[in-house]
């Protein structure tokens, strides 16, 4: 069965700090890897998506990192400020052959502390 | 194109009621996927259509539940005689090409009472 997990569910830093969220999966036969942000009773945000022959995507203090091999991802956030509280979400797609429909971890509920 | 949009943004109906929720792609995206999202979850896949082809449904998809895409553009999801088990953010996504990724409507929250 094709599963996403996010540890931790929950995360609580000081301003400024760096720091790292993550997400495995099962079966490393993934089609790409999308991080999105959830802010309270609201829509997905898209942040970076990370095709199965990359490493690595950025964009402006976010860098997330993928591993097939081991069935990991990493979102690492610099610089961390109070308006990145959010959840922040992680989803694989398997593929066409799959309906390329994502499958989505629990998230991660990150609060950034003035 | 704005993105993807979803109406009503709220909807607050009684047990046993019909809603229809309608979602309206990015125009060139031939994808549209319907997800649903119970507090402190992660959505879940309900149904995608490709242009006016339902070609998968979950099988947490009830009878109750029908989806439709006429002609391929806007999409809506009908919820018959509902229950309270129905309240959740129902998402809408719509993809083109798969390496641009998926893009997400802001959702519609319904609360079953």
């Known amino acids: 069965k094709q599963e996403v997990t996010q540890i931790p569910a929950a995360l609580s830093v000081p301003e400024g700090e760096n720091l790292v969220l993550n997400c495995s999966f099962t079966?490393?036969?993934?089609?790409?890897l999308q991080w999105f942000r959830q802010d309270p009773g609201k829509g997905l945000t898209s942040l970076l998506l990370i095709q199965s022959s990359q490493r690595e995507q950025t964009s402006g203090r976010l860098n997330a990192s993928l591993d097939k091999s081991s069935g990991r991802s990493t979102l690492y956030i610099a610089a961390s400020q109070p308006g990145d509280s959010a959840t922040y979400l992680c989803?694989?797609?398997?593929?066409?052959?799959?309906?390329?429909?994502?499958?989505f971890g629990q998230g991660t509920e990150l609060s950034v502390k003035p | 194109d704005t993105g993807v949009s979803q109406n009503p943004r709220h909807k607050i109906t009684k047990r046993g009621q019909n809603v229809t929720f309608r979602c309206d792609p990015i125009s060139e995206h031939n994808r549209l996927y319907w997800y649903r999202q119970t507090l402190g979850q992660g959505p879940e896949f309900l149904t995608y259509?490709?242009?006016?082809?339902?070609?998968?449904k979950s099988r947490l998809l009830s009878d109750r539940f029908s989806a439709e895409r006429p002609k391929g553009s806007f999409s809506t999801l009908e919820i018959q005689r509902t229950e309270q088990g129905d309240s959740a953010m129902y998402l809408c996504?719509?993809?083109?090409?798969?390496?641009?990724?998926?893009?997400f409507g802001s959702g519609t929250r319904l609360t079953v009472v």
């Open positions: 259509f490709q242009n006016e082809a339902q070609l998968e």
């Open positions: 989803a694989v797609s398997w593929g066409d052959n799959q309906g390329g429909k994502l499958i």
């Open positions: 079966d490393s036969a993934i089609y790409n």
């Open positions: 996504a719509s993809r083109g090409d798969p390496t641009y990724g998926y893009t």
